[in-house]
């Protein structure tokens, strides 16, 4: 490890939040410094843990969990890149294997635990809109999504999709909340109190659900997508910044139509959730105009 790993790191975030600060998103200028952050990332981090995975013959494709702590929990690790190759082609971490999340290692054990996982045709709470799934869909839209029934639902679906806004309280973890109808709020701490015994899956397709800055909680790694997981959902997708409300859809569309095909039969959802995210980005990222901070936005924790 090189000695200034952690100096290194801690300018590389600086630069991040510097320039999402600076500059509007879909400018070159906040572009060209995200390539570089990925870049530089890229050969502190991701060169050194590819060789390591070479030589220990992990394939690649394979799943690999990421546990930041401290500055990292603020950079895009699953994004790093792009690797040098002899094609030509750029190709990101994400290319050369599935990557994953945990807030602690405690979490993705217990998310790995045997359990009552579903096969069939499973049931998915959705919070908003969603074009039709192969799957039993139950709609909480506009006034029917209140805090009361939202965590009813959540006690009664396997698989849950919020397309709402998150909000994150500085200084305050548990009062982190998704915004529903009329004002009202559904906190981290409602959340965390809730029972959810056949949870496995969220979606969360919500403003600012995963992001981390200076300022808020990264040093207990406990936001909105987080949460889910130590409420029993064994896998969650979120964002790690503001989207685009098309990204959202397109994404949506293209993450549902690959985890519930018929291609990964006997597999449980939850561990389909991974793939699944990687396939729909790489799909997001051959859009005409889809830039850099719109793919790398998406993020997945858990098992």
């Known amino acids: ?7 290194h790191a801690i300018e590389l975030r600086g630069r991040l939040l510097g320039a999402r600060k600076k500059y509007p998103l879909e400018s070159k200028q906040y572009q060209r410094a995200l390539r570089s952050v990925l870049e530089g990332l890229y050969y502190l981090v991701g060169l050194p843990v590819i ?12 799943r690999v969990w990421w546990c930041p702590t401290s500055v990292f929990c603020s950079l895009p690790l699953h994004a790093m890149g792009p690797i040098p190759s002899n094609d030509g082609i750029k190709r990101y971490f994400s290319d050369l294997y599935i990557p994953s999340y945990t807030p602690t290692l405690s979490a993705l054990i217990e998310s790995q635990k045997p359990g009552s996982e579903t096969m069939g045709q499973p049931s998915l709470l959705l919070i908003e809109v969603l074009k039709k799934l192969d799957a039993k869909v139950t709609s909480l839209i506009s006034r029917r999504a209140t805090p009361a029934a939202v965590v009813s639902g959540l006690r009664d679906h396997q698989l849950a999709h919020f397309a709402c806004h ?4 500085t200084g ?33 397709s919500a403003c600012h659900t995963a992001e981390l800055t200076d300022e808020s909680i990264a040093d207990e790694s406990l936001h909105l997508t987080a949460a889910m997981q130590y409420c ?10 503001s989207m685009a409300d098309t990204d959202g859809r397109d994404l949506a569309e293209y993450f549902y139509g690959s985890m519930f095909s018929h291609r990964e039969l006997g597999v449980p959802y939850y561990e389909r959730s991974a793939g699944a995210l990687r396939d729909a980005v790489q799909r997001l990222r051959g859009k005409k105009g889809i ?3 719109r793919w790398v936005n998406f993020v997945h924790y858990g098992a």
């Open 1 to 7: 490890m090189r000695k200034d790993f952690k100096d």
């Open 172 to 204: 305050k973890p548990f009062d982190a909340s998704f915004e529903l109808y009329g004002d009202e709020h559904l906190t981290l701490l409602e959340i965390v109190r809730s029972r959810l015994p056949t949870a496995e899956f969220a979606f969360l």
């Open 291 to 293: 830039t850099l901070e």
């Open 232 to 241: 029993g959902f064994r896998s969650v997708v979120g964002t790690m910044w």
């Open 51 to 62: 060789r390591r995975l070479r030589e220990l013959r992990i394939p690649e494709q394979s």
């Open 166 to 169: 998150g909000t994150l309280e």
